[in-house]
Every structure is written in C-alpha cells, then in structure tokens.
C-alpha cells in the first residue's frame, strides 16, 4: 500500500513509484516483516498483517481475545478470508524452496544476480535519451527502471540515479550531453 511504502523509505508520487523497484522494495519488505515479528511475535500473524494490515490482525486479536493464528482463522470476526489463504501459501512457498528437489525443482538454475551500472541522469531526461547516450535498447533500460513510471526523470528535481546495462556507464558519461542536445522539448 503506499502508506505502508512511504513509511519504510519508498517514494510513491506521479514520478516514481519504489514499489516497483525490485531492489529498493525488497528491502523495505524486509524491514516491513522484521517490525511486524517484533510487534506480533508469531511468523504466522507477520504474514497474516502482511497481507490484511496490522490493524485488521491487531482488531481480530483483540475481538478474539487470542493471539493463536490457528485459532483466529476459526472465528468468522477472526481475520479476513484472504489472509487466512495467504498464510497456507507463503508456508508452502517455503516448504518448496527449501525441499526443492523433493519436489522436482532440484534441476532449476536460478536467474544470475540483477547487474547493472548506476549512472547520474539531469532532472526531466527521457530513458529513451539515456539509452541512446548509453548504446542501449531504450526496452532494456525500461525494463531495468520499472520505478520510473514516465519513462523519464522528474523534471522538479536534480539529477537522479538511473540503471543502465552493464559496461555502458562510461559511455553514457561521454554520450549525454550529445544525446540531451538532439532531444525535443515535449
């Protein structure tokens, strides 16, 4: 939600949205789950307030005067009906991964690390520029900057930090005064 994505460091505005960034937004789950084990104590409510909110876990709670997942999912005013779906499949998700050949995903490799260069890109730069002074596809980096939700930098602010591929920052560098002179003003 974009409180919840606001409150753990995540911009969520008509520029960026960091729910979408793989990276950033992991790393706010994380943080997101590890307060929610402090408030709640149990791995089972964690996931059940991840999915529902900790308000809705923490009225159930207190409706049902119990803090026992199990035993909340019982009650018809207990937690809602997804979340009590939720819980089962997060379960299993770890169960698989953990038992990955037991259950015939022992030949998968998995996916190699997200790599990329960071480059500096000025305020209201479009990525299809940035990938031209890079000497990238303009799909590639779209596809390695999902945050940016218009296909370009906002124009309100500095320079921002944009991911290109691999080995193309330094010719972004000597490229992005070049590629910026040829663009038209939209």
Same mark, same amino acid.
């Given at each position: 939600?974009?409180?919840? !994505?606001? =409150?753990?460091? *995540?911009?969520?505005? @008509?520029?960026?949205? /960091? ?5 950033? +937004? %992991?790393? !706010?789950? =994380?943080?997101? *789950?590890?307060?929610? @084990?402090?408030?709640? /104590? ?5 996931? +059940? %307030? ?137």
């Amino acid at each position: 939600m974009p409180g919840a !994505a606001r =409150a753990y460091g *995540l911009e969520v505005s @008509y520029w960026i949205d /960091g729910r979408r960034d793989p990276e950033r +937004a %992991a790393d !706010a789950a =994380a943080r997101y *789950l590890k307060d929610l @084990y402090v408030r709640f /104590g149990s791995w089972y409510l964690v996931f +059940a %307030a991840y999915n529902a909110g900790y308000g809705a876990v923490l009225r159930s709670i207190t409706n049902s005067n119990t803090n026992d997942y199990w035993e909340l999912i019982k009650h018809e005013s207990g937690l809602p009906w997804e979340s009590s779906l939720y819980v089962p499949k997060i379960l299993a998700a770890a169960i698989v991964g953990r038992n990955q050949s037991a259950f015939g995903f022992g030949e998968i490799t998995p996916d190699p690390p997200f790599a990329y260069d960071e480059v500096d890109v000025p305020a209201g730069t479009t990525l299809a520029t940035v990938a031209r002074a890079a000497g990238a596809k303009t799909e590639v980096v779209e596809a390695l900057n999902p945050h940016l939700l218009r296909s370009r930098t906002a124009p309100e602010r500095g320079t921002t930090r944009v991911r290109v591929p691999v080995g193309t920052g330094a010719v972004y560098a000597a490229n992005i005064e070049k590629a910026r002179a040829g663009d038209k003003l939209d």
